[in-house]
């Protein structure tokens, strides 16, 4: 029996990654079912919207989606898509495992990081208002249900990979009241994994220990905004979001997706990277318990890094994104 | 004419660091006349409080203080003393100069970035509120006047020290009101200074930015919470808080500090790197006006690291804080 999934191709170099990713995971032999939709720039004149309803339909129905990187229109009006998506379809979730590939240009070695970070709430509630002309009120939300069920949620991961230990980001010394909540939600969920070991830092200080010895951590939990930060910056570490696979998970579904942008200067000419995609392609084939034939695509992609004959340029070859997806089917 | 500052040695390798600070400062030949204070746990018993009113009392006097680590006593009741002093001086500036040194460890060279931080707002404000025992509401405050206030902080900063580009670090795609604004005030400000290169990024791509290539940056400006995380960052990209410079400046007057903690496990042991003390009183000397004694404990600071035979055991020698200081001292 196979499984129908909704494939959004997205904007700029969208379609060339995301059909790159559709075809290495076809050759998995992953019993998948593709329902692909648009949504971004090419649904702006005809719905006026870049998130039509009925692309929301096909999420919720289908339960899994694979997504390009899709634009937020500049201008009034337009909130993030990502964010809606979220939002709409209460994906709390968002999981970015992060690692050094084979010749995947960095800095740092060892690095083997996931981030959790809370999807849903925090400053990205969007409660805004000015305060006369001059001022403005930003309200950050924190609630204990939804700190609590990220924390869980990160220990039950933690569980899952045999992971060891996990660390609460916060800034509970400043917000000793929303923070502090977030802290202690998690802390309170974490008696129940005697086993994973559970250690909080602040947040600037665990910037500092990140550039320093990101190798020393490994489960990472965070609310809202820091989630955001620390996950690129962690990217930046391993590579950049280039190679970098995110997850996007809730009680109804999931949506996976590259984090990075568009990149329209270098869209239609089949030099865009696809590890993006094909990584969080990876992550949606574990997610759907298809274990093998995610192991398949990432023995063939650790071929291909390792052999350095089809990368692309980023990478530091010359190969196309067709090409690219090409060798690793071929090494799978 | 000497100028009296007052000196807070602080809790931990405080005095230690203090001290060697004060010996190093005052052989560069700077007419300072030092008032030395307590704050921190030795006032505690005495006073209530780590910050009693008279050592607020001789900063507002002498306008200008050094200050060690200070400690903030876990616990009910008391708010973090870094930011009690930057609030009641309204030292509205945090101001970090970070940059490569020679032979301080780091995995990156040519880092050369002045970190400029408001300090009086965001959510360090302070404002938050329970709903119900299960969520928590913390109020994040941009004002016009703050935001223009630290822009023209900034480039007047750029100006002074011949710096080319200043970039301001925001997330105005979800916060488009407060952080919006804080941009809009910044970027009116630049107008004023043609001549610098004033760009945006937004906080998340920044961070990975700065992991991936921080040598292409000069002058950050950023609200408070932005701020605290980059600094940490960026002084980890060049060797840690050891060797990172702060100040906090306002209208009426300016403190200087090491951005370190008090390190309670090597206090007394005269094993604390006096670094980050020395390379704030730097800058004490040249927001006094004395380039000439600040040059000079410069070259004696060079020296000694690139000669490395009286250096502390956090970068690689085997010196007593002591003997680093009088190291400095003869070099000068
Ligand atoms: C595009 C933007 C709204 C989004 C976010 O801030 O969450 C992005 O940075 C991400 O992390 O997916
Ligand atoms: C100690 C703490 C309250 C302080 C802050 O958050 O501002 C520190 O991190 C700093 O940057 O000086």
Redesign the pocket.
């Known amino acids: 029996m196979s499984i129908k999934v909704t494939l959004i191709p997205g904007d700029g170099i969208g379609p060339e990654v995301s059909y790159a990713a559709q075809s290495v995971i076809t050759a998995s032999h992953a019993p998948i079912e593709w329902e692909v939709v648009e949504a971004g720039e090419a649904c702006i004149a005809q719905y006026g919207t870049p998130l039509p309803e009925h692309v929301l339909e096909t999420i919720r129905r289908n339960k899994v989606a694979l997504k390009g990187p899709i634009t937020?229109p500049v201008g009034k009006g337009f909130r993030?898509?990502?964010?809606a998506l979220?939002k709409q379809l209460q994906l709390y979730a968002?999981v970015r495992h992060l690692k050094n590939l084979p010749n995947v240009p960095s800095r740092y070695e060892g690095v083997d990081i996931v981030v959790v970070?809370e999807?849903t709430e925090d400053l990205?509630a969007g409660i805004e208002h000015m305060v006369g002309r001059d001022a403005a009120e930003s309200i950050k939300i924190i609630t204990r249900e939804a700190s609590e069920r990220i924390g869980r949620y990160a220990f039950e991961l933690a569980r899952q990979e045999g992971r060891k230990r996990v660390t609460i980001v916060h800034k509970a010394n400043i917000m000793k009241l929303s923070d502090g909540l977030f802290l202690e939600s998690v802390r309170s969920v974490a008696h129940d994994y005697p086993e994973i070991e559970c250690e909080d830092r602040i947040v600037d200080a665990m910037c500092m220990n990140l550039v320093q010895t990101p190798e020393q951590f490994d489960v990472l939990v965070l609310p809202?905004?820091y989630?955001?930060i620390i996950?690129?910056l962690v990217a930046g570490l391993v590579g950049g979001l280039g190679v970098a696979p995110?997850a996007n998970i809730g009680e109804m579904g999931a949506v996976f997706?590259a984090?990075h942008?568009s990149a329209p200067q270098i869209a239609g000419k089949n030099l865009a990277n696809p590890l993006a995609m094909i990584l969080s392609g990876i992550e949606m084939l574990k997610y759907l318990g298809f274990v093998e034939e995610a192991k398949r695509v990432e023995t063939g992609i650790e071929h291909v890094l390792r052999q350095r004959d089809y990368i692309t340029a980023d990478l530091g070859g010359k190969s196309g994104t067709k090409e690219m997806a090409a060798a690793i089917i071929k090494a799978m």
Chains 1, 2 share one sequence.
């Not at 993030?80 to 964010?83: A, K, L, Q």
């Open positions: 937020t993030s898509v990502n964010v979220r968002n970070r999807n990205y809202n905004l989630g955001d996950s690129d995110g997706e984090a942008g």
